[in-house]
């Protein structure tokens, strides 16, 4: 892959690869015993609680956090394993390339809302949860710009760039803390 579609690659595709260190994670009974309304959920979730109003380690209800959050995440895990295959395929052919983007960005925007739904109970979950959020959003973006009509991939702008590394950056620090949690918490 060309330099300059690394760099939209990354961009891009970070936010759906948020997970994918995290991927590796047995799915406990819990997560798997969710019902279908929660693979459903909209933004009506408590996202926006700040980490006061929320309990602060209590196992309980950080297991839970974790049973829906990984729900939703190993699903997305899934579809940017996906999204990767199709976007190295896709890798010499700008147009084949816009619709995998488009596309990735589609299911941001679903993994977003269903973030956003999750009614959950614990500090240390939310903390992360906002984190994805932010990431996604910075992802959002990303993607705007570089759906911009005077956007070059060869010569992405400053902003772009900026906003990559700083994805990136959220990405590895979401990873570390989510895999810590989960062993802390199994």
């Known amino acids: 892959m060309h330099i300059f579609n690394k760099i939209l690659f990354i961009s891009m595709m970070s936010s759906s690869f948020i997970f994918i260190g995290c991927s590796d994670k047995k799915a406990n009974t819990e997560q798997n015993q969710q019902t279908k309304e929660s693979s459903t959920t909209t933004s009506t979730g408590n996202w926006q609680a700040k980490a006061s109003e929320l309990s602060s380690a209590n196992a309980t209800d950080i297991k839970s956090d974790l049973a829906q959050l990984n729900q939703i995440t190993n699903q997305s895990n899934s579809q940017a394993l996906q999204l990767r295959e199709q976007a190295q395929a896709a890798a010499s052919d700008p147009q084949k390339l816009k619709e995998v983007l488009s596309h990735s960005n589609d299911i941001q925007k679903e993994f977003q809302q269903k973030l956003m739904g999750l009614q959950l109970k614990s500090s240390e979950v939310q903390n992360i949860r906002t984190q994805m959020i932010d990431n996604l959003l910075t992802s959002q973006k990303l993607y705007e710009l570089s759906t911009a009509p005077n956007f070059d991939m060869k010569a992405p702008s400053e902003e772009f760039k900026q ?15 989510l895999d810590a949690i989960n062993q802390q918490y199994p």
């Open 163 to 177: 906003l990559s590394m700083r994805t990136i950056a959220i990405q590895q620090k979401v990873g570390a803390e």
